[in-house]
């Protein structure tokens, strides 16, 4: 574990040298400023458009930290030589994977802490209530979330030749899952066989990482999810994460790190 | 070493040239009707293609209505071909129909059913509570608002997104003057529009209790109606109806209210002729008759 946190504390460090969060975190910060100066109908209680604008900018950056921060990992390792004597100290190629898999997380879990405390501010600036544990269920489920989408990309990263290329796939497999995960099974009902089958199995396949975006229910103050539900959520993220993160392990133990 | 001289002059040539021709095709620039240049930033930036994203956000405000319940291109969005926010102002012609409670369906598998805990499952209007079921909270109607205003500014030929706008401005936020100033900058956009005189009519009537104005607003609104109607394709006709009964059955109210009860009479034949329920309709002409009947004959009153 000592090796795993090791690693993991390096790629913290990385994050926080580097500038993409601070851009992102600042851009949010002022387009949010300028929405919330629109002047609507003399109305200073609307406050929803705002939190659907804040929420958005909120899930983009991440995303875009997560996918980028994470692609980048260990082809730049191999690039600067620093891969293999990593793998010659005391530190097994699994406990590499897992501990930049871990450095990533933490690093979104991180900036998601300072994305939601903002996020939280902005909202009560307006509606003069803090419903903690509403944000509190939405950050995990989107940290959860995140985890996935970096035990994804580890492997895509593995796989992938280049990062770019690596990024622009996660990018457009997780902007689809988020856009018609949901609906894959109606849309299977319409196709004729075998293609039906086989957007079928995806459909069962596939993270419905849909499932920990609760914007809606943030934003328009809906009750709390129950909590038996919430759990549920988690575990099956932390599922896809353990299989991503064994797909990860296994393509890299055959991998030539030279 | 060359001289700087004929480069300077070639620059002067340049910029003299381009003073020219840019004072040359500037007037025809200015008179050309596809120029982009005299509207505001979403017609410069986006064009006509903004009306597409007027309807986008037009629908954003009905989803917002709905406190995020609200189908997608996916579901069963019969019950929701009207928006519901629209529908419930009372002024524009209701087309929906199927279950708007159930557009989901029964769950469709294990995913799905987890799913539904994940997001709005629940049909609720904000005037009406929203998601907290809280009467109390129905000026959260407010939030609308947001996206009917972006929605104006990218289709000020959207009659609808100011009367919509209008209404709820009045209704749940008591904010009459905002009202006022929507559906005027309306009128300065679509200046034939008897949707938005209907509704300004009722500003008038309702929030200033202003009835004459009430009245003249109402009035050219069937003028305009009867002036714009024989032009209308049988579809659009048969959709226009539904705004004319409107116009003279409220005509027909404020008539009785004045006490001018032949008037009101002659509205409510008016609205007859338009109406998908004449028969209602006749039940208020009778009614006002036999009151007409009771005021010129007092005698005719049962003496017991």
Redesign the interface.
């Known amino acids: 574990m000592k090796n795993i946190f090791a690693v993991a504390g390096i790629v913290i460090k990385e994050l926080y040298r580097r500038k993409d969060f601070y851009v992102l975190f600042i851009v949010t910060i002022l387009i949010c400023l300028v929405m919330a100066s629109v002047n609507i109908f003399n109305d200073a209680k609307i406050v929803r458009y705002l939190k659907e604008i804040c929420l958005l900018l909120v899930w983009l950056s991440s995303l875009v930290i997560a996918i980028t921060t994470t692609a980048r990992q260990i082809p730049a390792e191999r690039e600067n030589r620093t891969l293999l004597p990593l793998l010659a100290k005391p530190l097994t190629r699994p406990q590499l994977i897992i501990g930049k898999f871990l450095g990533c997380w933490l690093a979104c879990g991180l900036t998601l802490l300072c994305f939601y405390i903002f996020f939280g501010a902005l909202a009560a600036s307006r509606e003069h209530q803090w419903p903690l544990l509403n944000y509190f269920q939405a950050a995990t489920l989107h940290w959860f979330m995140l985890g996935i989408v970096v035990a994804m990309t580890l492997l895509g990263s593995l796989v992938f030749a280049a990062p770019s290329s690596n990024s622009t796939i996660l990018f457009v497999i997780v902007g689809g899952i988020l856009f018609v995960g949901r609906h894959l099974d109606q849309v299977a009902l319409t196709l004729h066989e075998p293609i039906r089958t086989i957007v079928y199995s995806i459909y069962f396949a596939i993270p419905h990482l849909e499932l920990f975006d609760v914007r809606d229910l943030v934003i328009h103050n809906w009750p709390l999810i129950p909590w038996l539900y919430f759990s549920l959520a988690l575990l099956y993220a932390l599922g896809y994460i353990a299989i991503f993160l064994t797909g990860a392990c296994l393509v890299f133990r055959r991998k030539a790190v030279n | 070493m060359n001289s700087p001289r004929p480069f300077v002059l070639l620059l002067l040539a340049l910029l003299v040239s381009c003073f020219g021709l840019a004072a040359h095709l500037q007037p025809q620039f200015q008179a050309w009707r596809g120029s982009r240049a005299k509207g505001d930033i979403f017609n410069v930036v986006l064009g006509d293609s903004r009306r597409m994203f007027a309807n986008q956000f037009y629908v954003k405000a009905d989803e ?1 209505y709905h ?2 319940y609200y189908p ?1 291109m ?1 579901d069963d969005n019969a019950a929701f071909q009207t928006t519901h926010m629209a529908a419930d102002t009372g002024a524009v012609n209701d087309k929906n129909h199927g279950d708007e409670h159930g557009f989901l369906g029964p769950t ?2 294990w ?2 059913a ?2 539904r ?4 499952d629940r049909h609720t209007h904000l005037d009406e509570g ?3 079921d809280d009467l109390s909270g129905s000026e959260n109607v ?2 609308i ?3 009917l ?1 972006l929605s104006a500014d990218l289709d000020p030929d959207n009659v609808q997104t100011y009367t919509v706008t209008a209404f709820w ?1 009045r209704m749940r ?1 008591n ?1 009459a003057k ?1 009202a006022d100033a ?1 559906l005027h900058e309306g009128l300065r956009n679509c200046p034939d529009s008897y949707d938005i005189l209907f509704e300004l009519g009722r500003l008038y009537y309702e929030s200033y209790h202003d009835r004459d104005r009430a009245r003249n607003v109402w009035e050219q609104g069937v003028r305009l109606w009867l002036k714009i109607y024989p032009t209308l394709d049988p579809e659009a006709q048969k959709d226009n109806r539904f705004i004319m009964e409107q116009l003279t059955t409220h005509l027909a109210k404020l008539e009785e209210d004045a006490g001018n009860l032949p008037h009101a009479i002659e509205w409510f034949q008016a609205a007859q002729k338009v109406s998908i329920t004449p028969g209602e309709i006749q039940k208020q002409i009778n009614r006002l008759k036999g009151k007409l009947g009771e005021e010129f004959n007092p005698l005719a009153k049962p003496l017991y």
């Open positions: 917002y406190s995020g997608t996916f469709r598998n995913i799905d987890f799913g805990n994940f997001f709005p929203g998601a907290n407010r939030e608002l947001p996206w205003k401005l936020m904010n905002e929507v």
